[in-house]
């Protein structure tokens, strides 16, 4: 599991540490085969395995092996004969296709009984000396003589009645034959065999002619004979991957002719007439739902097309009959299983048909589990089904809130042989959902892969930069990966799973990884930690001296270390008291794993766990110890056990886990959620499974809560997302945000997990009047008397810092800054220019705002009529900024509501008369209702707030305040300056000070204060 691994290490360093011995007295314990309170079996995976063997096929009959009955004869008309009920398929019973000649050799009497299975009659012939039998072809016993490697060769006894026979030596068999095949009766008949054999090296296919009693080369070969397939007309065998190869028996020395059959697994079963006779594997037959094999029998043409299904489900091979039939065991479901005949349909052009001649037998047998790992209540298996021989990788869910009930099977793909050096792979859990498989090797299969919680085989390499050899450890988001020995060390890299990079690497040899501890072998007798976030070591910790560490594994706080050569002892060391305690002082330590305060150990046949939180560990019986393969889920104090019957024992341990805590974190403190990926995406690594949680998001200025995420079941992480949209679907403002995670324990055992922070959130929605940070202050612009346009960025604390300048523009222009026009998240400008002309420049966030920057024009003449423009924000409802006018002439209000094509809509006339106003001042939202509002200054220096209504009008107005202002030439409503989320003032005076008002979230401002100087150079404050 991810948390132990083996292996010796090369130097020593020392911690001092109290040693305690001694163990509680043992409760009795439960007879084999017993259950324990509160466990439950996971009961195996079975498939019903057709036993329907075929074996030979003569004239009048068939041969074949049945389950429970033995060898039987099965005539065409339907009638058995049993020629052995003791027998088993791979003994006795041989047989020569296309003959009614059934063959019993006894290896121990040296003889071979020939036994026409028509006729009755019998022969016995006894085997020359020196020859070994090889298989039977009609009244024709093939033996092989001689010494492989030398002077081996095939011979052939015609046998007479009497049991005599004659011996001819098969001519054209080459020297030094060092290995042969082809025993099987379905590559044979009475004209002859196909055989493969070794010679000098290399594979060799040929045809044992018994008319010439020669051996014919054949200009095909296979290093095993099982895939070929012989008819009474033809040859065929796979020449590729998706091609068959047909050669015609008429001159099996020819070139054969090809059949494109693609498709994936397909089996080559015969040929029945023109066609081509296949069974192709076919998952959705629901062969795991109904445990019978999953082979749908096919005819295709010689053009390639298939024709028709003949059967929906097979097992095993077909086997020709002399008049070009095929017999296939199948059916379509249990009830009907038996052996069908593939016949011709008298030359009808709607080719091959099939009927049912005979019974079958179907037995009940599990699927075998070869390694097992249970995280988080996540059980994976890996098991071999025995209707296909492959192995594949299975997950369960057990539930973690009370009873142990299991869930679904899910099947996660076949697991590859090759892939892994004919070795099982390794299956290291991760804690989090994931599982990293391994192999023993360095071919690209055999690469570590990781598998996300529902990804199937292989998963995902995990690092193609590098060639390792095998997993060390892995936990959490980590991984420790070793490469392949280079002189005396190798060197470990432990991979971030999440990012792919490598966060530390070293050649001493890797212990366990236990969140963002890593735990590194430090000499023969010691370890010690390095916190993966940091890549600080710690203190060493020593088990003794004579201690030659065997095994190792950390859960949480605890060590469980096991020791040989001079130290003889198994124990568990405290990282939290740093003391040691030792269970078993003695060689007669046996399998022990960790869990999270308790080893579980096998004694005597018996599961033992012992609770190791005490001063003094105390143990109890947890049961019947019945199989080798099993594992302590760190996380739930459940222990899994393979059973002799397939099944698997889940048993509490009886020893509740520690409080839900939290193993690991990455959590940015800053988040883009621009674009169609963007997003907050923090993770939580937690020690047990959280029944629920709940991430709820705040505006930190305002308190106000703007989304709150939450989800059931987490199994070892929490992993949410925000786009920074509230729960309506809008963007919300850029800015900084609080955040706080609440966790409850899914066993009920401890309080709530609680974590909280802060979060800086940019590329959702603008702020008002925010360019330059995307930060959710607001920016002042400026225009100096070179043509400098600057953003003085906001500082949050109610003054500015820096600037960002674009050069080259008119003194004479009038800025407009204003709301996201676009839709990029970015707020724009309006220009006006001498001319009259009005463009929406749109710089994009944080960019300056330039003359080559892009615009879009909103008219080429006519604005300079206007004297006050300038925007307070959203004025209609629909989330876009809008401009308001000031025509100098008549002093007239107009309205231009902002569009979704990023242009302005046709004027609408708010006010007939402001000409009264000697300031009007785009304020933003100044009473906290979400509605732009507008500050109009008279003639005798009083203020006025005119709130917007949200229909592109405004109340009645309303004196902020009197006698205000008057030595102001320049008013801007900045928005919020000062982190508060409120929308302020600032102003500049005949003398060039500049003063802040700060806006109090209820339409007015507090005294104010004087924020820069020297500003009267600036052409325009904007």
Same mark, same amino acid.
């Given at each position: 599991?991810?948390?132990?691994?083996?292996?010796?290490?090369?130097?020593?360093a020392?911690?001092?540490?109290?040693?305690?011995?001694?163990?509680?007295?043992?409760?009795?314990?439960?007879?084999h085969?017993?259950?324990?309170?509160?466990e439950?079996?996971?009961?195996?995976?079975?498939?019903?395995?057709?036993?329907?063997?075929?074996?030979?096929?003569?004239?009048?009959?068939?041969?074949?092996?049945?389950?429970?009955?033995g060898?039987?004869?099965?005539?065409y008309?339907?009638?058995?004969?049993?020629?052995?009920?003791?027998?088993?398929?791979y003994?006795?019973?041989?047989?020569?296709?296309?003959?009614?000649?059934?063959?019993r050799?006894?290896?121990?009497?040296?003889?071979?009984?020939?036994?026409?299975?028509?006729?009755?009659?019998?022969?016995?012939?006894?085997?020359?000396?020196?020859?070994?039998?090889?298989?039977s072809?009609?009244w024709?016993?093939?033996?092989?003589?001689?010494?492989?490697?030398?002077?081996?060769?095939?011979?052939?006894?015609?046998?007479?009645?009497?049991?005599?026979?004659?011996?001819?030596?098969?001519?054209?068999?080459?020297?030094?034959?060092?290995?042969?095949?082809?025993?099987?009766?379905?590559?044979?008949?009475?004209?002859?065999?196909?055989?493969?054999?070794?010679?000098?090296?290399?594979?060799?296919?040929?045809?044992?002619d018994?008319?010439?009693?020669?051996?014919?080369?054949?200009?095909?070969?296979?290093?095993?004979?099982?895939?070929?397939?012989?008819?009474?007309?033809?040859?065929l065998?796979?020449?590729?991957?998706?091609?068959?190869?047909?050669?015609?028996?008429?001159?099996?020395t020819?070139?054969?002719?090809?059949?494109?059959?693609?498709?994936?697994?397909?089996q080559?079963?015969?040929?029945?007439?023109?066609?081509?006779?296949?069974?192709?594997?076919?998952?959705?037959l629901?062969?795991?739902?109904?445990?019978?094999?999953?082979?749908?029998?096919?005819a295709?043409?010689?053009?390639?097309?298939?024709?028709?299904?003949?059967?929906?489900?097979?097992?095993?091979?077909?086997?020709?009959?002399?008049?070009?039939?095929?017999?296939?065991?199948?059916?379509?479901?249990?009830?009907?299983?038996?052996?069908?005949?593939?016949?011709?349909?008298?030359?009808?052009a709607?080719?091959?048909?099939?009927?049912?001649?005979?019974?079958?037998?179907?037995?009940? *047998?599990?699927?075998?589990?070869?390694?097992?790992?249970?995280?988080?209540?996540?059980?994976?298996?890996?098991?071999?089904?025995p209707?296909?021989?492959?192995?594949?990788?299975?997950?369960?869910?057990?539930?973690?809130?009370?009873?142990?009930?299991?869930?679904?099977?899910?099947?996660?793909?076949?697991?590859?042989?090759?892939?892994?050096?004919?070795?099982?792979?390794?299956?290291?859990?991760?804690?989090?959902?994931?599982?990293?498989?391994?192999?023993?090797?360095?071919?690209?299969? *055999?690469?570590?892969?990781?598998?996300?919680?529902a990804?199937?085989?292989?998963?995902?390499?995990?690092?193609?930069?590098?060639?390792?050899?095998?997993?060390?450890?892995?936990?959490?988001r980590?991984?420790?990966?070793?490469?392949?020995?280079?002189?005396?060390?190798?060197?470990?890299?432990?991979?971030?799973?999440?990012?792919?990079?490598?966060?530390?690497?070293?050649?001493?040899g890797?212990?366990?990884?236990?969140?963002?501890?890593?735990?590194?072998?430090?000499?023969?007798?010691?370890?010690?930690?390095?916190?993966?976030?940091?890549?600080?070591?710690?203190?060493?910790?020593?088990?003794?001296?004579?201690?030659?560490?065997?095994?190792? *594994?950390?859960?949480g706080?605890?060590?469980?270390?096991?020791?040989?050569?001079?130290?003889?002892?198994?124990?568990?060391?405290?990282?939290?008291?740093?003391?040691?305690?030792?269970?078993?002082?003695?060689?007669?330590?046996?399998?022990?794993?960790?869990?999270?305060?308790?080893?579980?150990?096998?004694?005597?046949?018996q599961?033992?766990?012992?609770?190791?939180?005490?001063?003094?560990?105390?143990?109890?019986?947890?049961?019947?110890?019945?199989?080798?393969?099993w594992?302590?889920?760190?996380?739930?104090?459940?222990?899994?056990?393979?059973?002799?019957?397939?099944?698997?024992?889940?048993?509490?341990?009886?020893?509740?886990v520690?409080?839900?805590?939290?193993?690991?974190?990455?959590?940015?403190?800053?988040?883009?959620?621009?674009?169609?990926?963007?997003?907050?995406?923090?993770?939580?690594?937690?020690?047990k499974?959280?029944?629920?949680?709940?991430?709820?998001?705040?505006?930190?200025?305002?308190?106000?809560?703007?989304?709150?995420l939450?989800?059931?079941?987490?199994?070892?992480?929490?992993?949410?997302?925000?786009?920074?949209?509230?729960?309506?679907?809008?963007?919300?403002?850029?800015?900084?945000?609080?955040?706080?995670?609440?966790?409850?324990?899914?066993?009920?055992?401890g309080?709530?997990?609680?974590?909280?922070?802060?979060?800086?959130?940019?590329?959702?929605?603008?702020?008002?009047?925010?360019?330059?940070?995307?930060?959710?202050?607001?920016?002042?612009?400026?225009?100096?008397?070179?043509?400098?346009?600057?953003?003085?960025?906001?500082?949050?604390?109610?003054?500015?810092?820096?600037?960002?300048?674009?050069?080259?523009?008119?003194?004479?222009?009038?800025?407009?800054?204003?709301?996201?026009?676009?839709?990029?998240?970015?707020?724009?400008?309006?220009?006006?220019?001498?001319?009259?002309?009005?463009?929406?420049?749109?710089?994009?966030?944080?960019?300056?705002?330039?003359?080559?920057?892009?615009?879009?024009?909103?008219?080429?003449?006519?604005?300079?009529?206007?004297?006050v423009?300038?925007s307070?924000?959203?004025?209609?409802?629909?989330?876009?900024?809008?401009?308001?006018?000031?025509?100098?002439?008549?002093?007239?209000?107009?309205?231009?509501?902002?569009?979704?094509?990023?242009?302005?809509?046709?004027?609408?006339?708010?006010?007939?008369?402001?000409?009264?106003?000697?300031?009007?001042?785009?304020?933003?939202?100044?009473?906290?209702?979400?509605?732009?509002?507008?500050?109009?200054?008279?003639?005798?220096?009083?203020?006025?707030?005119?709130?917007?209504?949200?229909?592109?009008?405004f109340?009645t107005?309303?004196?902020?305040?009197s006698?205000?202002g008057?030595?102001?030439?320049?008013?801007?409503?900045?928005?919020?300056?000062?982190?508060?989320?409120?929308?302020?003032?600032?102003?500049?005076?005949?003398?060039?000070?500049?003063?802040?008002?700060t806006?109090?979230?209820?339409?007015?401002?507090?005294a104010?204060?004087?924020?820069?100087?020297?500003?009267?150079?600036?052409?325009?404050?904007?």
């Amino acid at each position: 599991m991810a948390r132990r691994a083996l292996g010796r290490a090369a130097t020593a360093a020392a911690v001092s540490f109290t040693l305690a011995v001694g163990l509680a007295p043992l409760t009795a314990g439960i007879a084999h085969g017993e259950t324990v309170a509160g466990e439950v079996l996971v009961p195996a995976t079975t498939a019903r395995l057709p036993e329907t063997r075929l074996l030979g096929a003569g004239p009048s009959g068939f041969l074949r092996y049945e389950y429970g009955r033995g060898h039987v004869w099965t005539t065409y008309a339907g009638a058995d004969t049993v020629v052995d009920a003791a027998g088993t398929p791979y003994d006795l019973t041989a047989h020569g296709v296309g003959s009614d000649v059934v063959a019993r050799h006894d290896a121990s009497a040296g003889t071979v009984t020939l036994r026409d299975m028509a006729t009755g009659t019998s022969r016995t012939v006894v085997l020359p000396a020196g020859h070994r039998y090889f298989t039977s072809l009609g009244w024709t016993v093939v033996t092989l003589a001689g010494t492989l490697g030398t002077d081996a060769r095939w011979h052939l006894l015609d046998t007479r009645e009497d049991g005599s026979f004659e011996d001819r030596p098969v001519e054209g068999v080459p020297d030094g034959i060092t290995w042969t095949a082809g025993a099987s009766g379905a590559l044979g008949d009475p004209k002859g065999q196909v055989v493969t054999y070794r010679a000098g090296g290399k594979a060799y296919t040929s045809w044992l002619d018994v008319a010439q009693g020669r051996l014919l080369p054949l200009p095909y070969t296979a290093e095993y004979p099982s895939g070929f397939v012989l008819t009474p007309t033809h040859l065929l065998w796979w020449e590729d991957h998706g091609e068959a190869a047909i050669a015609s028996r008429a001159d099996l020395t020819a070139a054969p002719r090809t059949l494109s059959i693609p498709g994936g697994d397909v089996q080559l079963l015969g040929t029945v007439g023109d066609f081509v006779v296949v069974s192709r594997y076919d998952e959705t037959l629901g062969g795991y739902d109904v445990g019978l094999p999953l082979w749908r029998v096919e005819a295709i043409a010689a053009d390639g097309s298939t024709t028709r299904t003949l059967l929906d489900r097979s097992f095993g091979r077909g086997l020709p009959t002399p008049d070009g039939g095929l017999l296939v065991p199948g059916g379509t479901d249990a009830e009907d299983w038996g052996v069908w005949l593939v016949e011709t349909a008298g030359g009808a052009a709607g080719g091959p048909t099939v009927r049912r001649i005979a019974d079958g037998t179907l037995r009940e *047998q599990h699927h075998t589990v070869s390694q097992l790992t249970l995280s988080q209540g996540r059980l994976n298996t890996l098991e071999k089904d025995p209707g296909r021989g492959w192995t594949y990788l299975h997950t369960r869910e057990i539930d973690v809130t009370g009873s142990l009930t299991p869930g679904e099977r899910t099947t996660r793909g076949r697991v590859i042989p090759e892939n892994y050096a004919n070795e099982r792979p390794r299956l290291h859990e991760t804690g989090d959902g994931r599982t990293v498989v391994s192999g023993h090797g360095t071919t690209t299969a *055999q690469q570590p892969h990781v598998l996300g919680p529902a990804q199937p085989m292989p998963g995902t390499r995990i690092d193609a930069s590098r060639v390792y050899e095998s997993v060390s450890a892995a936990g959490g988001r980590f991984a420790a990966l070793r490469a392949p020995y280079s002189g005396d060390s190798a060197q470990t890299s432990v991979v971030d799973l999440d990012t792919g990079r490598t966060v530390y690497t070293t050649t001493e040899g890797v212990a366990a990884i236990w969140g963002t501890t890593l735990w590194l072998h430090d000499g023969n007798d010691s370890v010690v930690p390095v916190d993966l976030t940091t890549g600080q070591r710690g203190d060493a910790v020593w088990f003794g001296k004579g201690c030659l560490l065997n095994d190792f *594994q950390a859960v949480g706080r605890w060590l469980l270390w096991t020791c040989v050569g001079g130290l003889e002892a198994q124990g568990v060391y405290d990282t939290a008291t740093r003391t040691s305690r030792t269970l078993v002082a003695d060689s007669g330590w046996e399998q022990a794993q960790l869990g999270d305060g308790f080893v579980a150990t096998v004694r005597d046949g018996q599961l033992q766990v012992t609770d190791v939180r005490g001063q003094t560990p105390v143990s109890h019986t947890a049961g019947p110890f019945e199989w080798d393969t099993w594992d302590v889920d760190p996380y739930t104090g459940v222990i899994a056990q393979h059973r002799g019957d397939g099944s698997v024992r889940l048993t509490p341990s009886g020893v509740p886990v520690s409080a839900l805590a939290q193993l690991d974190a990455t959590v940015a403190a800053s988040a883009d959620v621009k674009g169609g990926t963007g997003q907050w995406a923090p993770k939580w690594w937690l020690n047990k499974p959280a029944a629920s949680w709940q991430l709820t998001i705040r505006h930190k200025a305002t308190g106000t809560a703007v989304r709150t995420l939450g989800g059931g079941q987490a199994r070892g992480v929490v992993a949410p997302a925000w786009n920074g949209k509230d729960g309506s679907g809008r963007l919300v403002p850029n800015g900084t945000y609080t955040w706080t995670l609440t966790a409850a324990p899914a066993d009920a055992h401890g309080p709530a997990l609680t974590r909280s922070g802060t979060l800086k959130l940019s590329g959702a929605a603008a702020v008002a009047r925010d360019f330059a940070g995307s930060d959710g202050i607001g920016d002042l612009l400026t225009l100096n008397g070179s043509g400098g346009l600057t953003y003085q960025r906001g500082d949050g604390a109610g003054k500015f810092s820096a600037k960002t300048t674009g050069t080259g523009w008119p003194t004479t222009l009038k800025a407009v800054p204003y709301g996201d026009l676009n839709g990029d998240r970015c707020n724009d400008v309006l220009i006006r220019l001498s001319s009259g002309a009005l463009r929406a420049y749109k710089p994009g966030c944080g960019k300056a705002l330039t003359t080559s920057t892009p615009y879009t024009s909103l008219g080429t003449s006519g604005w300079t009529q206007y004297d006050v423009l300038t925007s307070p924000g959203d004025l209609t409802g629909d989330g876009r900024a809008d401009l308001i006018a000031r025509q100098a002439s008549t002093g007239a209000v107009y309205l231009f509501k902002a569009t979704s094509s990023g242009t302005l809509s046709a004027r609408t006339k708010l006010y007939a008369d402001w000409s009264g106003y000697k300031k009007i001042i785009g304020a933003g939202d100044l009473n906290g209702d979400g509605r732009g509002d507008l500050l109009a200054q008279d003639k005798s220096n009083e203020l006025w707030r005119y709130d917007g209504t949200g229909t592109g009008t405004f109340k009645t107005r309303v004196k902020v305040f009197s006698d205000w202002g008057a030595s102001y030439n320049a008013v801007v409503g900045v928005g919020d300056i000062t982190g508060d989320a409120k929308a302020d003032l600032v102003s500049r005076d005949t003398s060039g000070d500049v003063w802040r008002s700060t806006g109090n979230g209820k339409g007015s401002f507090a005294a104010r204060v004087r924020i820069a100087s020297g500003w009267q150079g600036y052409k325009g404050l904007f």
